[in-house]
């Protein structure tokens, strides 16, 4: 493959293309593509719907093109019901001019033919759960029409996820959790880049300032387990404060809660930063694919109680900036919170935790994609900067 040489993305006319699933709001892989925004100004977006009112400033000053799923009835609001025809939609992209193509997946986006000269990374933040892995816990779920329709969708899904992955010159996977799945699915192996976490918009208090709860924080989504946490810490009479919603689901927790947990819904992002800044750990009961809110607490000077499984094997290390615990369970919890307060890990330092933190910040992301990026023979002359 030939060098290519893109100085900032811009300076010597060369072209580069985003891909990125659909753009409905801002969640993580949203603030994946700022940061690849950050670092080619220039380059087109390509997503298959897009709500301007919904996603950030400086992506929404990039050029813009959706495929014809965005022209879909309701396409803002039933996007995912239009996953059959997305790989259809992403074929139909033209790319010819284009130089490189970045590719970010979490739904379909990995899937557009790319010229012939121009390189493909893809930043891989999960292979489609409702494909794969996950593929049964969204079949139980579902209603009784996309129970029926799932298996006949799902097969021919994977196998196009499949083919379009063998299009892909190289891929970046956000954990090693990640890069696992990559290689049992795909049969591609997935170099390591953590995505960017602001951990500058996190910062210690004093030890006097130190308050005497546990915190859980997050979307109160299933697979996140905030069920485990409340049970536990109900049967504690510890302390626990819950941020996060939606507010129905909080409410359905805190019926079954004892008085010593605390629900506070969606709250201001200063709420939230102060109740990481003082608690005395996160507790994080989930599997993820990476996990940004344990960096946030450990940016914060506070140590994070993981299940020991999926992304947080990348960001947790046990003893030193908190403790991993291997049995997803009420019981689990228990034990390793008993566990934590024992060793003594709630008195931990901020010191090595920010640093610890710091590793996960945008510049470590640009790092990584140049890196990525290098080894498909494209060479970032001066990659952008990460303010």
């Not at 977006?45 to 093109?65: D, E, K, M, Y």
Request: glycine share 10%; with cysteine; aromatic share 8%.
């Amino acid at each position: 493959m030939p060098m290519t040489t893109l100085p900032d993305g811009r300076a010597d006319g060369r072209r580069v293309a985003l891909i990125h699933y659909w753009l409905v709001g801002m969640r993580g892989g949203e603030k994946v593509l700022e940061a690849l925004c950050r670092m080619f100004p220039e380059a087109d977006i390509f997503t298959h719907v897009h709500v301007p009112g919904r996603v950030s400033p400086l992506i929404n000053a990039h050029c813009i093109q959706t495929s014809f799923v965005g022209r879909m009835p309701f396409a803002d609001r039933l996007y995912q019901k239009y996953l059959p025809l997305m790989p259809r939609a992403l074929e139909q992209i033209d790319l010819t001019g284009y130089d490189l193509v970045i590719s970010s997946e979490a739904g379909p986006a990995k899937g557009v033919i790319a010229p012939p000269d121009a390189p493909h990374l893809c930043y891989c933040h999960s292979p489609m759960r409702y494909l794969w892995d996950q593929y049964a816990v969204y079949h139980a779920g579902a209603g009784a029409v996309t129970r029926a329709l799932m298996p006949h969708v799902a097969h021919r899904l994977r196998g196009w996820d499949v083919t379009s992955a063998a299009r892909v010159d190289g891929f970046a996977a956000n954990s090693s959790h990640v890069a696992a799945r990559i290689k049992k699915y795909w049969r591609r192996d997935a170099e390591v880049v953590h995505p960017p976490v602001a951990v500058r918009d996190f910062t210690p208090v004093p030890a006097g300032e130190l308050r005497d709860f546990y915190l859980w924080a997050g979307e109160l989504a299933p697979y996140k387990r905030p069920d485990l946490a409340v049970e536990a810490f109900s049967r504690m009479g510890k302390p626990l404060v819950v941020i996060g919603g939606p507010q129905k689901t909080a409410a359905k927790l805190a019926a079954a809660a004892g008085a010593n947990v605390r629900f506070l819904g969606q709250v201001p992002f200063d709420v939230l930063k102060d109740h990481m800044a003082r608690c005395k750990a996160l507790i994080f009961p989930g599997e993820e694919d990476f996990g940004i809110v344990p960096v946030e607490v450990m940016a914060s000077g506070r140590p994070v109680i993981a299940y020991g499984r999926g992304g947080a094997l990348d960001t947790v290390v046990d003893g030193e900036t908190g403790l991993l615990f291997r049995e997803q369970s009420v019981d689990g919890i228990i034990d390793a919170v008993e566990r934590f307060e024992g060793a003594g890990l709630d008195r931990l330092g901020p010191v090595g935790l920010v640093a610890h933190a710091q590793q996960f910040d945008e510049a470590a992301f640009q790092r990584g994609i140049v890196g990525a990026l290098s080894r498909l023979g494209v060479t970032l002359a001066t990659p952008g900067g990460a303010g």
